[in-house]
C-alpha cells in the first residue's frame, strides 16, 4: 500500500480541542511528526511501536528544524508506506505553512489529508474571556502575522488599511515587533487608547493575560516578562475580558501540582486537578508489582469458605478480580461471601466488575473498616474473614478482627515498590517548579523522596489522611493540607482551600 500524510491541527494548546479525527488517526499511525507548539500529551494517542520525529521549531534556535528538511521527512515517510501524522500546532493552513508541506507531498507524489485545527487567534482570545467579533463592537477580524515589522521596507501588510477597518486585529507572535506596530497603527488613524492585550500560552494551563492600550501595551507586557508564544488582540472587543474572564479565574489556575500515584490510579485525580486549572505534573514515584499469586490463588479455591472478603484498595480488587480471572472465574465465584471496601473508590473499582460492596465505612481509613465491622457484634465470631492486601500493609485491621473472635487470613497480593525509571525525570520537572505535591500513601512519600532526593522536602505537601500525613512529616514535608475524608475528590477540595488561604495572605500582606 502507498502511504498517506495527515496534516493535522492540534490546537493551541489545550489538549481536549484536538479534533474528533485528529484523535482517531493519531491512535492509528505508523509515525508522528509533530511541533514545538503541539501539545506533548496528545502523543499519548500514538501507538506505542510508532516513529516520533520531533521537529519543533524554538525561537529561531540553531538546533531547530528546517522546513526544507521537514518536508523531506514527510515525503520519505509517506514513500515508505506509512501513516504518518503531521501534527501541527493550531491550525495547519493559518500561519502554520501547512500548504508548503502539502506542495512538497503533491510534487512527491505522496497522498495527504487535511484535518483542521482550532486555531491559536480565536481560542486564545477567548479563553482569556475576549470575543473576536460581538455585535455592536466589531463585525470583522483580521489575522496578521506579528512578524511582519512595520519598521522595515518589505512589509507586505497594508498597516494603515488595517487601522482604518475598524474591526478586531489579531496579532500571531509579534512581541519584539508590537511597538512599531502600535506606531504604524497609530499613524494609520486607530486611536492611541484602543483596548489590548497580550495571551501568553493561550489554552494552556500557564495561561497569563496582560491589559492596557495600543500604545502601552509592549510596555505592560514587558514589566510582566510576557514572552512567547503570545496572542495579541487589538480592539473594543477586550473590554468584554472584565465581564466574561473564566479560564484564568478557576480554582487552581496555573497552580503546578505534582501527583506522585502510580500511573494506573493517577488519571481521575489528574483530570479533576486540570479541571480546575492546575499544571499538573505525574511524577509516579512507584509502581504497583503483583506478588507471587499462589496464595491469592489457594484463597480464592476455597472462598465460598468465607464469610467476608476485605479489599481496603483499587490495588487489591484488581489483584483479586486477576486471580479469579486467571483461573477461568468471574463474580459468580464470590456468591455468598460479604464484600467489605474502605472508600468509594474501591467500591467503584468492585462495581466495575459487577461486584457490590456490603460494608462500607464512614471513615475511608483501617480504623473505619474495623469500626463498621466491629458493630456487627457477635455475629463476628468465629467469622472467617479473607483479607487481601500489600506488602507492609498495618496490621491493625487483621489485629482488631482476630480480637473480636474473627478467624483471619491475610494474602499479600502486591507491593509497592519505588519507580527506577522516575529519578531524571522528577529532577528535571522539581528544576521547573512545583507549588505543591500530593500524596496518596505512606509509600510514595518513601518512594518520592529516594527518587527525588531529600532536597524536593521544601515542597509543601497535600495528604489524603493522617498516616500519610505522619509519613510526610517524619521524612521533612511541610504538610499544606490535610483531605477530611481519605479520596481523591476530598484531596482536590483540600488544595483549593489551601490555595485560597495563600491567596487571601497574599492579599491581606499587600498595601492598600
Same mark, same amino acid.
Given at each position: ?67 526544507d ?42 497522498r ?5 485545527g ?22 470583522s ?21 488595517l ?15 508590537? %511597538?512599531? !506596530?502600535?506606531?504604524?497603527?497609530? *499613524? ?6 484602543? %483596548? ?22 509592549? *510596555? ?12 495579541? !488582540? ?10 466574561? *474572564? ?18 494506573a ?9 486540570r ?12 509502581? !504497583? ?5 499462589a %496464595? ?140 505543591i ?10 518512594a ?12 509543601? /505537601? ?11 512529616? /517524619? ?20 488544595? !483549593?482551600?489551601?490555595?485560597?488561604a495563600? *491567596? ?9
Open positions: 500500500m502507498t502511504g498517506i500524510v495527515h496534516l493535522v491541527g492540534a490546537g493551541p494548546g489545550d489538549p481536549g480541542l484536538i479534533t474528533v479525527r485528529g484523535a482517531e488517526l493519531l491512535a492509528r499511525c505508523d509515525a508522528v511528526v509533530f511541533d514545538a507548539l503541539a501539545n506533548p500529551a496528545l502523543l499519548a494517542h500514538v501507538p506505542a511501536d510508532a516513529e516520533r520525529h520531533d521537529v519543533g521549531k524554538r525561537g529561531g534556535s540553531t538546533e531547530s528544524a528546517k522546513q528538511d521537514i518536508n523531506a521527512l514527510l515525503v520519505s515517510l509517506g514513500k515508505a508506506g506509512k501513516r504518518v501524522v503531521r501534527l501541527k500546532g493550531g491550525d495547519p493552513l493559518v500561519f502554520g505553512r501547512g500548504s508548503e508541506e502539502m506542495q512538497a507531498l503533491a510534487q512527491g507524489g505522496v495527504f489529508e487535511l484535518v483542521p482550532v486555531t491559536a487567534g480565536v481560542a486564545a482570545p477567548a479563553y482569556a474571556g475576549i470575543p473576536v467579533t460581538h455585535r455592536g463592537i466589531a463585525t477580524v483580521t489575522f496578521v502575522t506579528g512578524h511582519e515589522d512595520p519598521a522595515k521596507a518589505t512589509t507586505t501588510t497594508d498597516w494603515h488599511a487601522a482604518k477597518g475598524g474591526g478586531t486585529i489579531v496579532l500571531y507572535m509579534g512581541v519584539k515587533t508590537l %511597538p512599531n !506596530i502600535a506606531r504604524a497603527l497609530v *499613524e494609520g488613524g486607530l486611536s492611541p487608547d484602543t %483596548p489590548a492585550a497580550a495571551v501568553q500560552w493561550g489554552t494552556h494551563s500557564t495561561q497569563r493575560t496582560v491589559v492596557a492600550t495600543l500604545t502601552t501595551l509592549a *510596555e505592560r507586557a514587558a514589566a510582566e516578562n510576557i514572552s512567547a508564544p503570545v496572542i495579541t !488582540i487589538i480592539g473594543n472587543v477586550v473590554s468584554l475580558r472584565a465581564e466574561i *474572564e473564566w479560564f484564568e479565574k478557576r480554582a487552581l489556575h496555573g497552580l503546578r501540582v505534582a501527583v506522585t500515584r502510580a500511573t490510579q493517577a488519571g481521575t485525580f489528574s483530570s479533576e486537578l479541571e480546575l486549572g492546575a499544571h499538573v505534573i505525574e511524577m509516579p514515584a512507584i509502581v !504497583i508489582e503483583p506478588l507471587d499469586t %496464595p491469592l490463588d489457594a484463597a480464592l479455591a476455597t472462598v465460598r469458605d468465607y464469610q467476608w472478603l476485605v479489599l481496603t484498595s483499587q490495588n487489591a480488587v484488581d489483584a483479586t478480580w486477576n486471580a479469579l480471572r486467571a483461573a477461568s472465574r468471574d463474580a459468580r465465584a464470590l456468591a455468598g461471601v460479604k464484600i467489605a471496601s474502605i472508600g468509594p473508590a474501591t467500591g467503584q473499582a468492585l462495581m466495575e466488575r459487577g461486584l457490590a460492596v456490603d460494608l462500607s465505612p464512614k471513615r475511608f481509613v483501617a480504623e473505619g473498616v474495623l469500626e463498621a465491622l466491629g458493630q456487627l457484634g457477635e455475629s463476628m465470631k468465629g467469622s472467617r474473614v479473607l483479607y487481601v492486601a500489600a506488602e507492609g500493609a498495618r496490621d491493625v485491621l487483621p489485629e482488631g478482627l482476630r480480637a473480636m473472635g474473627a478467624e483471619v487470613d491475610v494474602v499479600r497480593a502486591y507491593r509497592s515498590a519505588p519507580s527506577l525509571s522516575a529519578t531524571n525525570e522528577l529532577q528535571g520537572q522539581l528544576d521547573a517548579g512545583v507549588d505535591v500530593t500524596f496518596t500513601s505512606a509509600s510514595a512519600v518513601t518520592f523522596v529516594a527518587a527525588a532526593g531529600p532536597q524536593a522536602t521544601r515542597i509543601p /505537601a497535600a495528604c489524603i489522611g493522617p498516616i500519610t500525613s505522619e509519613a510526610a512529616r /517524619a521524612a521533612g514535608f511541610t504538610v499544606a493540607c490535610e483531605a477530611l475524608q481519605a479520596t481523591a475528590p476530598a484531596l482536590v477540595s483540600a488544595i !483549593i482551600a489551601w490555595r485560597w495563600q *491567596e487571601a495572605a497574599q492579599d491581606a500582606s499587600e498595601p492598600a
